[in-house]
């Protein structure tokens, strides 16, 4: 694999002789964007040299929207009309939002629905989609500026754990910035494409990535330029914002007790908090001064306020481990994304848990812009697809309805995509021309205790006897985590077909509660299925007996029926409650029992069809 070269941050951006893409990192605090320039991938400035922009717009009478610092600094002073955190809005009803956030510094415009909340603004109501866009514009200009040309496309990423609902917002917003999204890209892949690309590291690496507003960590493993995505946990509603908050709230209980009359504003409250939080970065203690007002704040106070916080971020990590079955000694190497992993307190808390200093050498505002970036690149066309081959995998294990309502799992969990992967199945009764196709997802054994993806039917099946229809059911799931289904009968050529979104319409609490469920009751799961495939086995051989016995029963003497009747009994009785192991045993035994019936049954057949009666036609009877 050729390594893709970076320039020094600041360097002189030469004019592309390819496509213009970008890699686009829509943040909750900060938004950047990247291109690659001739030899390497690098963040784009602003006229100023910066390349942070805060994700922060102001809305105002009759003249443009203001996006960035410019914006962030009317915050505090006209809070109704400036919009900070947008991110948290997208794909969420109002009365989520409301649910979600203690504290909401606008109002929401009541003429519109709970489920398309929008902000009211000088400029008119504004939402999450809006918001979002006028930030893409921003950065658009900025790289169009400064590449020289439009913009063909972007790849733009999104936390690990944003549903369908969020996913689909933020394409809705980089459509209406006018941008071709090439692929969403989850942020902690971003982060492993620029850090895969410029080192020679094999092995397992974690990616701990805390922003301002959303928490992931990432287990992927890297081998020759292939990562691939063993396993993803995450909180969206956790970053350096609550931080903050925890600051702001402190700061307010010690004016209280220090029995200052004068209140500030909440805003003013955060303001103070985040620059003492990020002062602490550099150094133990920071003085904070408002309202006449003196006091002191050190890493030792903070990391008491944040402990619960930090807590929260190991235990993902433990838990992430769990998922890919892998102890701490496994990872090589932990990368440090988000500007809220600067915080010494978060710094030592996760070197402490792996054992190892994290790498943080990409500077981790820029890491995953840079990553978008390169995969932008190739996704244009400007280099080979097979530069370097980038792999996610599907969080919840695909499966179908079997009889019986078990589960058949065809993608297992943690299953790198793009996949496909197909498995035959056949038709349970005779002359069976219609075959239900039901489509789960989750990792339990029965249909019941997993979510239902899809229904579908495949129709004109050519009538056969059961068990002949060879039925070769195909699961795809594409880059994006889009699922088709195809079913198709061998010998026709019938072929059905069914698309669903499986990945993106879970929040990570439910795949996690999925998950827990699957752990705990794994050993009870797989009794049930075998009980369950068991009563089945059973059930088709009392049906084949009972029909043989229907049209041949004169064959049998009275002691045969007899011994016949009572392993029926006894197989009916043993399959209501017995075990899978009690069954199988009753119904191997009547398996014996009958087994002299069958012989006669066809010797009588045999003379019957050279008596010029066909074997078909004495086997059409039966239906
Ligand atoms: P997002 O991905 O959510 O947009 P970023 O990765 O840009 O967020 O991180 C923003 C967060 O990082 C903010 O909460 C900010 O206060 C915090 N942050 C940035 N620099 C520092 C620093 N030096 N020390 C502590 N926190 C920092
Ligand atoms: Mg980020």
């Known amino acids: 694999m050729a390594l893709l070269q970076i320039q020094e941050p600041g360097g002189k951006i030469a004019k592309p002789l390819h496509r213009l893409a970008v890699g686009i990192d829509l943040g909750t605090t900060n938004s950047l964007v990247s291109a690659s320039c001739g030899g390497g991938v690098e963040t784009i400035p602003d006229n100023g040299g910066e390349h942070l922009l805060p994700s922060v717009v102001y809305y105002q009478k009759d003249q443009p929207a203001l996006v960035g610092s410019e914006a962030k ?9 400036t919009v900070a955190s947008i991110k948290r809005f997208l794909g969420k009803s109002q009365s989520e939002l409301q649910a979600e956030h203690a504290y909401l510094p606008f109002e929401f415009d009541p003429s519109r629905s709970d489920s398309s909340p929008a902000i009211m603004t000088a400029d008119g109501s504004k939402d999450a989609v809006q918001v979002s866009a006028d930030i893409l514009s921003e950065l658009v200009q900025r790289a169009e500026t400064c590449l020289k040309g439009p913009l063909e496309g972007a790849v733009v990423t999104v936390p690990a754990y944003f549903n369908d609902a969020q996913r689909q917002q933020t394409k809705d917003a980089a459509q209406l910035a006018g941008l071709k999204v090439l692929r969403l890209l989850n942020e902690p892949t971003a982060a492993a494409v620029a850090y895969g690309l410029d080192s020679e590291d094999q092995g397992n690496v974690v990616v701990f990535d805390l922003g301002g507003g959303t928490f992931d960590v990432s287990l992927l493993s890297l081998k020759k330029g292939v990562f691939e995505v063993l396993a993803t946990a995450g909180d969206t509603s956790l970053g350096g914002d609550d931080i903050d908050h925890i600051i702001a709230d402190w700061l307010a209980a010690q004016m209280h007790e220090a029995g200052q009359s004068e209140t500030l504003p909440k805003a003013r409250l955060l303001q103070l908090a985040n620059s003492a939080k990020h002062q602490l970065s550099t150094q133990d203690t920071v003085q904070i001064a408002a309202a006449g007002w003196t006091t002191e704040l050190d890493n030792k106070k903070l990391k008491q306020l944040t402990s619960e916080l930090v807590r929260r971020t190991i235990n993902t990590c433990r838990r992430v481990l769990r998922d890919a079955s ?35 050498n990409i500077d981790p505002d820029k890491v995953v812009a840079v990553g978008a970036g390169i995969q932008a690149d190739v ?30 799992k065809i993608i297992p969990r943690n299953t790198s995509i793009p996949v496909a992967k197909a498995q035959e199945f056949t038709t349970f009764k005779d002359g069976q021309t219609v075959m239900s196709l039901h489509v789960v997802q ?24 059961a068990g002949a229809a060879k039925v070769r059911v195909t699961f795809q799931v594409d880059a994006d985590g889009l699922l088709s289904v195809t079913a198709e009968e061998t010998s026709s050529g019938k072929k059905a ?14 795949i996690e ?5 699957s752990h705990e009751n794994a050993q009870a799961d797989m009794e049930t299925r075998s009980i369950k495939e068991a009563q089945l086995d059973a059930r088709q051989l009392l049906d084949a007996i009972a029909n043989a016995i229907a049209i041949d029963g004169e064959l ?23 075990s899978s192991v009690e069954i199988n045993a009753a119904t191997e035994a009547l398996n014996l029992v009958s087994s002299d019936f069958a012989a006669k049954r066809m010797d009588l057949h045999i003379a019957n069809a050279l008596r010029g009666e066909s074997i078909d036609a004495v086997e059409k009877q039966t239906d």
């Open 442 to 465: 989750g990792e339990r054994e029965l249909v019941a205790d997993c979510r239902s993806l899809a229904r579908f039917e495949l129709r004109e099946i050519p009538a056969m006897v």
């Open 513 to 517: 509660e999925m998950l827990q469920a």
């Open 73 to 81: 600094a009317l915050l505090v002073e006209d809070s109704m009309n």
């Open 379 to 408: 996704l244009i066309g400007n280099k080979s697809a097979n530069s370097f081959l980038l792999l996610d995998v599907n969080p919840l294990s695909l499966g179908i309805e079997t009889m019986g309502e078990l589960v058949e």
């Open 556 to 578: 049998l003497s009275e002691i045969e029926v007899q011994k016949l009747k009572g392993a029926i009994t006894a197989l009916e009785n043993i399959m209501i409650s017995g």
């Open 497 to 510: 077909e069914i698309q669903v979104k499986p990945s993106y319409g879970l929040e990570s609490s439910v």
């Open 326 to 360: 892998l102890a701490i000694e496994d990872i090589d190497n932990v990368i440090m994304v988000g500007g809220s992993t600067r915080m010494p307190i978060v710094r030592d808390a996760v070197a402490e848990f792996f054992g190892k200093p994290p790498l943080t």
